[in-house]
Protein backbone atom coordinates (compact mmCIF):
# COMPACT_ATOMS: atom_id res chain seq x y z
CA UNK A 1 0.00 0.00 0.00
CA UNK A 2 0.94 3.34 -0.58
CA UNK A 3 0.13 6.45 1.67
CA UNK A 4 0.56 10.07 0.34
CA UNK A 5 0.50 13.21 2.13
CA UNK A 6 1.74 16.78 2.37
CA UNK A 7 -1.11 18.21 0.28
CA UNK A 8 -2.81 21.68 1.30
CA UNK A 9 -3.40 25.20 -0.12
CA UNK A 10 -0.10 27.55 -0.75
CA UNK A 11 0.19 30.81 -2.22
CA UNK A 12 1.60 31.13 -5.81
CA UNK A 13 5.57 31.02 -5.82
CA UNK A 14 5.64 29.17 -2.59
CA UNK A 15 6.35 25.35 -2.02
CA UNK A 16 5.24 22.29 -0.95
CA UNK A 17 6.36 18.75 -0.06
CA UNK A 18 4.79 15.62 -0.66
CA UNK A 19 5.44 12.64 0.94
CA UNK A 20 4.33 8.85 -0.06
CA UNK A 21 4.88 5.95 2.29
CA UNK A 22 5.05 2.64 1.57
CA UNK A 23 4.11 -0.77 3.18
CA UNK A 24 4.41 -4.09 1.50
CA UNK A 25 6.75 -2.88 -0.72
CA UNK A 26 10.50 -2.11 -1.35
CA UNK A 27 10.59 1.54 -3.12
CA UNK A 28 14.01 0.75 -3.76
CA UNK A 29 13.72 -1.93 -5.80
CA UNK A 30 10.59 0.15 -7.39
CA UNK A 31 10.14 2.87 -9.50
CA UNK A 32 7.98 5.40 -8.02
CA UNK A 33 6.40 8.47 -9.95
CA UNK A 34 4.00 11.06 -9.40
CA UNK A 35 0.77 11.72 -11.44
CA UNK A 36 -1.43 14.72 -10.90
CA UNK A 37 -4.92 15.16 -11.95
CA UNK A 38 -6.77 18.47 -12.32
CA UNK A 39 -10.29 19.23 -12.50
CA UNK A 40 -11.79 18.50 -15.50
CA UNK A 41 -8.66 16.93 -16.58
CA UNK A 42 -7.38 13.58 -17.40
CA UNK A 43 -4.49 11.93 -14.81
CA UNK A 44 -0.82 13.13 -16.28
CA UNK A 45 2.42 11.96 -15.58
CA UNK A 46 4.85 14.63 -13.28
CA UNK A 47 7.79 12.86 -12.07
CA UNK A 48 9.78 9.87 -11.32
CA UNK A 49 12.57 7.96 -9.78
CA UNK A 50 13.54 4.74 -10.89
CA UNK A 51 15.12 1.68 -8.51
CA UNK A 52 18.50 2.97 -9.85
CA UNK A 53 17.90 6.69 -9.10
CA UNK A 54 17.47 7.93 -12.68
CA UNK A 55 14.75 10.73 -12.53
CA UNK A 56 12.37 11.70 -15.69
CA UNK A 57 10.43 15.08 -15.24
CA UNK A 58 7.43 16.15 -17.39
CA UNK A 59 8.77 19.12 -19.14
CA UNK A 60 5.82 21.22 -17.64
CA UNK A 61 7.58 20.89 -13.96
CA UNK A 62 11.16 20.69 -14.85
CA UNK A 63 13.63 22.65 -13.11
CA UNK A 64 10.53 23.44 -10.15
CA UNK A 65 9.62 19.95 -9.04
CA UNK A 66 12.04 17.57 -7.65
CA UNK A 67 11.92 13.76 -6.51
CA UNK A 68 14.00 12.33 -4.10
CA UNK A 69 13.92 8.98 -2.25
CA UNK A 70 14.72 8.08 1.14
CA UNK A 71 15.69 3.99 1.39
CA UNK A 72 16.18 3.99 5.12
CA UNK A 73 11.98 4.97 5.85
CA UNK A 74 10.99 3.52 2.29
CA UNK A 75 9.46 6.89 1.35
CA UNK A 76 9.87 9.31 -1.91
CA UNK A 77 9.36 12.77 -1.79
CA UNK A 78 8.41 15.53 -4.09
CA UNK A 79 9.59 18.56 -3.61
CA UNK A 80 7.49 21.49 -5.62
CA UNK A 81 8.83 24.97 -6.05
CA UNK A 82 7.77 28.15 -7.88
CA UNK A 83 4.14 26.40 -7.88
CA UNK A 84 1.66 27.79 -10.26
CA UNK A 85 -1.88 27.91 -9.98
CA UNK A 86 -1.58 25.28 -12.86
CA UNK A 87 -0.04 22.87 -10.72
CA UNK A 88 -3.38 22.63 -9.07
CA UNK A 89 -4.81 19.04 -8.72
CA UNK A 90 -4.93 15.78 -7.15
CA UNK A 91 -1.34 14.23 -6.15
CA UNK A 92 -1.19 10.30 -6.98
CA UNK A 93 1.71 8.58 -5.86
CA UNK A 94 1.92 5.31 -7.85
CA UNK A 95 4.80 2.35 -8.15
CA UNK A 96 6.03 0.20 -10.83
CA UNK A 97 8.11 -2.98 -10.51
CA UNK A 98 11.87 -2.65 -11.39
CA UNK A 99 13.41 0.13 -13.71
CA UNK A 100 10.88 1.06 -16.04
CA UNK A 101 12.11 2.21 -19.32
CA UNK A 102 11.93 5.75 -20.74
CA UNK A 103 8.83 4.64 -23.02
CA UNK A 104 6.86 3.24 -20.04
CA UNK A 105 7.57 5.34 -17.17
CA UNK A 106 5.19 8.00 -18.49
CA UNK A 107 2.38 5.20 -18.78
CA UNK A 108 -0.12 4.66 -15.94
CA UNK A 109 -0.67 0.80 -16.87
CA UNK A 110 3.51 0.87 -16.11
CA UNK A 111 2.28 1.39 -12.00
CA UNK A 112 0.38 -1.42 -10.18
CA UNK A 113 0.13 0.55 -6.98
CA UNK A 114 -1.37 3.84 -6.24
CA UNK A 115 -1.39 5.74 -3.54
CA UNK A 116 -5.01 7.52 -2.33
CA UNK A 117 -4.22 11.51 -3.49
CA UNK A 118 -3.46 14.57 -2.01
CA UNK A 119 -4.84 17.43 -2.77
CA UNK A 120 -2.57 20.52 -3.49
CA UNK A 121 -4.53 23.90 -4.40
CA UNK A 122 -1.97 26.65 -5.24
CA UNK A 123 -4.06 30.16 -5.42
CA UNK A 124 -3.64 33.85 -3.71
Known amino acids: QLQASGGGLVQPGGSLRLSCAAS????????VAWFRQGAGKEREFVVA???????SSADSVKGRFTIARDNAKNTVYLQMNTLKPEDTAVYYC????????????????????WGQGTQVTVSS
Open 94 to 113: AAGRGSLISSSVWSQASYDD
Open 49 to 55: IRSHGAT
Open 24 to 31: GRTFSRST
